[in-house]
């Protein structure tokens, strides 16, 4: 990986129609605002200065992980990547560990491009994502704070990811998705870019550059409200079990990790 540290200008494309499109309608110009390259020796814990931990079970989900801030479940592996490992262990009364971390109170932004590189888990009732949850979320909950899904699979179907936004009325078994699916291989045995590209008016999902998901207010079920013009904070995180995944099985290998190349935030230019 080349040139980490630097302050960079990426020129990216908006697609010209909602749908998987790999046209443009025109360049727009974001400038490097925040990074983790996650260089560092192995076994150090994230950046304190942008990432704290989410310490806990279940997250509303049903999930089957205890997060923790310990070294096995979340930390540097020396070769300039964050390893997130889910085990197979009993721990705070839960028969998994894994970790959850967000830059919340670090660092909160309002448009611009997400992006991470990533290569993901494989198995039964594994759940990793990237996302961004709204800043608000303490004083108006979740959904009414927004929640934008940049990367979220099923470990069951690694050759199938999903893209989508959480907001009221349009959340949890409903909210407003979108796929890609690889023609072969799969997500667990390489890494992928992830993105989104997100303005006032819509969010548009990018994997490896190829747009395949946009949304936007017009998508959004009658009375409802767009509530993405606010500042959002990121998570990672690989969860075990889980209402949308179920639980995991014989076929489950662990320890299961997520390795994550950087992560990088793009913001409009004046």
């Not at 989410?54 to 049903?62: V, Y």
């Not at 590209?197 to 819509?202: I, L």
């Amino acid at each position: 990986m080349s040139g980490r540290g630097a302050v960079a200008l990426a020129l990216l494309t908006l697609a010209a129609a909602p749908g998987c499109s790999e046209e443009s309608e025109a360049p727009a110009v974001y400038g490097l605002i925040w990074q983790d390259e996650f260089d560092g020796p192995a076994g150090q814990l994230p950046d304190p200065a942008k990432w704290r931990f989410d310490l806990g079970t279940d997250w509303g989900n049903a999930q089957l992980e205890y997060d923790t801030n310990r070294p096995e479940n979340c930390s540097l592996d020396g070769q300039g990547h964050l390893a997130i490992t889910a085990i197979e262990e009993e721990y705070e009364g839960q028969p998994y560990t894994s970790a959850r971390i967000k830059t919340k109170g670090l660092f909160e932004r309002m448009h611009g491009r997400f992006e991470a590189r990533i290569k993901l888990p494989v198995g039964q009732g594994l759940w990793p994502a990237f996302w961004l949850l709204g800043n608000d979320i303490d004083t108006v909950g979740w959904p009414g704070c927004g929640e934008i899904d940049i990367m979220e699979y099923r470990g069951q179907y690694p050759r199938t990811l999903v893209g989508t936004i959480h907001g009221p009325g349009y959340s949890g078994g409903n909210p407003i998705t979108g796929t890609h699916t690889l023609g072969q291989g799969g997500f667990n045995l390489g890494y992928h870019d992830f993105a989104i590209e997100w303005d006032a008016t819509s969010v548009t999902w990018l994997v490896d550059g190829f747009i395949y998901h946009r949304a936007t207010p017009a998508d959004l079920p009658g009375g409802t409200e767009w509530v993405f013009n606010h500042p959002f904070f990121i998570i990672l995180n690989v969860a075990v079990g889980g209402r949308w995944v179920g639980a995991p099985d014989e076929t489950t290998v662990f320890p299961q990790t997520m390795l994550v190349d950087h992560v990088r935030v793009y913001g409009t230019q004046p």
